[in-house]
């Protein structure tokens, strides 16, 4: 039989013989939940709560196709969206820093086979598979897989860095871990914050608070710099409004204020999961920039992350001087594009 006829002949049995099911949230998120606690890529933007808010927002339903796939006692998610025959992970680079599949350890061979199969059954011409880290599976199995048992043409490309730092036990031994300048010039810059009034750190966790404090995060966000300005359309300010009063509703996010003599002087939001603490933005007040009240209201989110027994600080996407200067390490994203 002629190859193409028989390629042609062998899909046609897929599609009579599969049942391909596709699932909305609801359905799905105890089992996603469960299945991301035995993820490598276990990450808050991996998780149902953040990906149904961004889809609530962004993506229309028909789009959408978030499959199930048993692996014997366990299972895995493929949480994919198909618009203009390119099939792309759920979420956007601009507010999801990491995404990938959904699959337990150990059993990432067996995922990537059946969820291949599945996919070669849609109508698309390409898979772009954006913010991958470097640690992810995906990179070299999935890949390999396309590759070699779909014949699919494969394509990896350096995205982006995303810097963090394990954090170790206390505050004092952070101070003591930078290199020798970025340690000095780290007390040098409090102290002389100090000698100008008053400082004080504010840390809002509660729903109610956050509620009410969030405008002022979102002010000194669009005063510290034009892109952020203009990144902070009322889509995505409405985005972060319902991602901030969700999470915290869950105890995962906390909203950060830096005062200077009872003025917030800097902003800080971000989310503890997993034992991480996640840096998701920022913003400051330009008047007050000579006195560094950006880099000091981050490196006081370190030290609230040390003291509540966070393992790893991770500023997310990203090479702001700032995160290196107070210990950050850098970690590749990758995306990666398949094409039939």
């Known amino acids: 039989m002629n190859r193409l006829i028989y390629l042609g002949y062998s899909r046609a049995l897929k599609i009579l013989n599969r049942n391909i099911s596709t699932y909305n949230f ?20 991996m998780t149902p709560l953040w990906q149904k808010i961004w889809c609530n927002q962004f993506v229309e339903k028909s789009n959408l196709k978030i499959l199930r796939l048993p692996l014997n006692a366990d299972l895995g998610i493929a949480p994919l969206m198909i618009k203009n025959g390119t099939i792309s992970l759920i979420g956007s680079t601009d507010l999801f820093d990491y995404r990938d599949f959904v699959v337990p350890r150990g059993l990432e061979k067996e995922f990537y086979i059946a969820i291949l199969d599945q996919i070669d059954l849609f109508d698309w011409k390409s898979i ?6 470097e640690d992810s599976p995906t990179l070299n199995t999935f890949a390999s897989i396309a590759k070699n048992n779909m014949g699919y043409d494969i394509q990896i490309l350096e995205e982006d860095v995303s810097p963090g730092m394990n954090l170790p036990n206390d505050w004092e031994e952070f101070i003591s871990n930078l290199p020798k300048k970025d340690r000095h010039e780290l007390r040098r810059k409090i102290r002389r914050l100090e000698r100008y009034g008053e400082v004080g750190f504010q840390v809002l966790t509660n729903s109610a608070d ?24 009322d889509e995505r300010e409405s985005f972060f409004r319902t991602i901030s009063t969700e999470l915290s509703n869950i105890n995962q996010l906390r909203l950060y204020f830096l005062e200077l003599n009872g003025i917030r002087v800097a902003a800080t939001l971000g989310f503890e999961y997993n034992n991480n603490f996640y840096l998701y933005n920022s913003g ?29 600080f991770d500023f997310l996407r990203g090479s702001e001087s700032y995160k ?4 950050g390490k850098d970690k590749l994203l990758y995306e990666m594009i398949i094409n039939r």
């Open 26 to 45: 609801d359905e799905i998120t105890s089992d996603w939940e469960v299945a991301l606690e035995k993820s490598v890529v276990n990450s808050i933007f």
């Open 284 to 312: 400051y007040d330009p008047e007050y920039s000579s006195l560094s009240v950006g880099l000091i209201s981050k490196a006081y989110c370190i030290k609230d992350a040390i003291e509540n027994e966070m393992t790893y």
């Open 128 to 133: 772009k598979l954006s913010s991958i880290r």
């Open 324 to 327: 290196y200067h107070l210990g």
């Open 210 to 233: 956050v509620k009410i404090n969030i405008s002022d995060f979102f002010s000194l966000m669009k005063k510290s710099r034009l892109d952020k300005a203009e990144f902070l359309t």
